[in-house]
């Protein structure tokens, strides 16, 4: 048994070592702009650079509008599968694991030649109908997360019994949807919204290919052209993936806080 | 209820009113079947019958023929290669934190604070990923200068080189060791104390029990797990084209520069590109799948 223990802790060390000497190197190299000392004048370049707060509010704004537009789809569905059709789960299930297995740059590809600026519906001939494909195609991206999470969320509560009581009542199915079902998980709406969030913020193909003035595109271009503050931006980028997982984890907290109560 | 269901479509059964009515339980989702048939179905066959078309339109099969060039399958080799790698690795060494945390013995706020952060790692991919793995391997990077300055040891010296084929394969590490942990750590947990002691108690060596008892039980999630981590690192591009720019001959680089700006020639050729690249993470995830569903078998 001691045996098992020390090499339990070896493995253990050497994986951690691992991990998390990319973090402390980082941030090590983060703060050598200046020459000879410490300073936070990367992250002070950085900040203080337009481009860095136009595309970071793109990204966010993009982010944003990508949680509302799944949350919109994938909602009623999860909720219309479990109440009316579980003979359709399988199929839809399938369908949102999908964007997992195709590489979102095939994805992309498909976009830019489905919605040219010759076809039936030319989305990327304007600029706002290539943000529009943009959204769209991160909502793809983030289907497999929202639906598992929503699913999830209407596994723990009784979808049938609160849409009768609700109809019951007088309820259509907007206010059923709107002021029932989802309330109720709002929580697990929130876990997937997190998690869709950390994976729009920095992503790089699809804007790339768009010539989406996004966050992604950003940082490559500060690679390419400088030498510490790309450091300063994975930093950064790091701590906003953290936050979000930490945020997912006081949302389940707070949902399970929510069983005992009722 | 189903019973009651029943006797009413009985009662009710090949009436037009229930023909109507079905029908509008399936029109609920129609925003869904809309959404993803615009922006993932269509886009995707859009690609593959691309594949089998001429310029003109007509069916070929010319285009898959046009891959066998030099450049096309060394990508395509180079791609499969670092997918089996970082695979394999992120398995095994996956499974070997997973094992020191659930029956090694470790404590447990270890084993919660692990999961947590395989939970950021396994998401922390694309652009900062390799700028964090150029400010450690990189030609400035902390171990290099601290093995240079401190070890006098030059990295480049043994031939390491971040911008390369192992350099690539030891930042893909970075998210698949934790992707694999956050699978397997479920699986390991499913594994019952009591197999290990009916197994000692028959006079099993700890090498007879990992081999006859643990290994047949997660072998499929291992070999799924496997399919997976094949199909994260296939299709990933943002890290290779941050690490490496376009130095190192990626399947999707040569698609991205495909897209942008047919650097092939041939844009039909991209569609055949794009092919091959869904068939390939479609098989990687049909074994996935499948050994998946033989998995939770086990699990229940």
């Known amino acids: 048994m001691k045996a098992v223990k020390f090499w339990s802790w070896l493995a253990y060390a050497v994986g951690a070592f691992y991990f998390l000497l990319p973090l402390a190197a980082t941030f090590e190299f983060s703060l050598r702009a200046r020459r000879g000392t410490y300073s936070f004048d990367a992250y002070q370049v950085v900040l203080a650079d337009p481009q860095f707060r136009e595309t970071f509010a793109f990204s966010f704004a993009a982010a944003i509008v990508t949680i509302i537009v799944g949350t919109f789809i994938v909602v009623p569905t999860a909720y219309w599968v479990r109440l009316r059709l579980p003979q359709a789960r399988s199929v839809v299930e399938f369908i949102t694991l999908l964007p997992l297995i195709i590489p979102a740059i095939v994805i992309v590809f498909g976009h830019i030649r489905m919605f040219n600026t010759s076809s039936y519906l030319p989305l990327t001939g304007s600029t706002m109908g290539t943000n529009v494909l943009l959204i769209c195609g991160y909502a793809v991206l983030s289907l497999p997360y929202m639906y598992r999470a929503v699913d999830t969320g209407l596994r723990t509560i009784d979808v049938r019994t609160l849409t009768e009581a609700a109809q019951s009542l007088g309820g259509g199915w907007f206010t059923v949807l709107g002021r029932v079902i989802f309330p109720n998980v709002f929580v697990a709406i929130l876990s997937g919204a997190f998690l869709t969030f950390a994976i729009v913020i920095g992503e790089y193909v699809f804007a790339a290919l768009l010539n989406r003035p996004a966050f992604g595109p950003y940082m490559v271009w500060m690679g390419g052209n400088r030498a510490y503050e790309p450091a300063a931006l994975a930093v950064m980028a790091f701590a906003i993936t953290w936050g979000c997982m930490a945020l997912i984890q006081m949302a389940t907290r707070f949902s399970k806080y929510n069983k005992v109560v009722r | ?300």
Not at chain 2, 127 to 156: E, K
Not at chain 2, 199 to 211: C, H, K, N
Request: proline residues 3%; charged residues 10%.
């Open chain 2, 1 to 300: 209820m189903s019973d009651l269901g029943a006797l009413k479509r009985r009662t009710t059964g090949g009436s037009i009113a229930e023909f109507g009515k079905g029908l509008s339980v399936w029109l609920g989702l129609l925003p869904f079947a809309l959404f993803v048939s615009l922006f993932l179905i269509l886009p995707t066959m859009n690609i593959i019958v691309g594949a089998f078309q001429n310029a003109e339109g007509a069916f070929t099969f010319d285009n898959l023929v046009g891959l066998n060039q030099a450049n096309i399958l060394n990508a395509f080799w180079v791609s499969i290669k670092i997918s089996l790698l970082t695979a394999a690795l992120g398995c095994l060494i996956g499974l070997m934190i997973a094992a020191a945390l659930t029956k090694g013995g470790l404590p447990i706020w270890l084993r919660d604070a692990t999961i947590t952060f395989s939970g950021v790692a396994s998401n922390f991919a694309g652009v900062p990923l390799a700028f964090a793995f150029i400010a450690t391997f990189g030609r400035l990077g902390l171990v290099t200068v601290i093995l240079r300055d401190v070890f006098n040891f030059s990295l480049a010296s043994i031939g390491f080189n971040l911008i390369s084929f192992t350099g690539l394969a030891l930042t893909y590490l970075y998210f698949q060791v934790p992707l694999m942990i956050l699978i397997v750590t479920p699986a390991l947990d499913g594994m019952r104390r009591e197999w290990r002691e009916a197994a000692d108690s028959l006079g099993a060596s700890s090498g007879q029990y990992l081999r006859f008892v643990a290994l047949p039980i997660l072998w499929p999630t291992l070999l799924g797990t496997f399919a997976l981590l094949f199909a994260n690192a296939f299709g990933a591009v943002a890290t290779a084209m941050a690490l490496t720019g376009s130095s190192l001959s990626l399947m999707p680089i040569m698609l991205f520069a495909q897209i942008r700006g047919d650097v092939l020639q041939n844009p039909h050729l991209g569609y055949a590109i794009a092919f091959a690249m869904i068939a390939v993470t479609a098989i990687a995830n049909l074994i996935y799948i499948t050994l998946r569903a033989r998995a939770e078998r086990w699990q229940k």
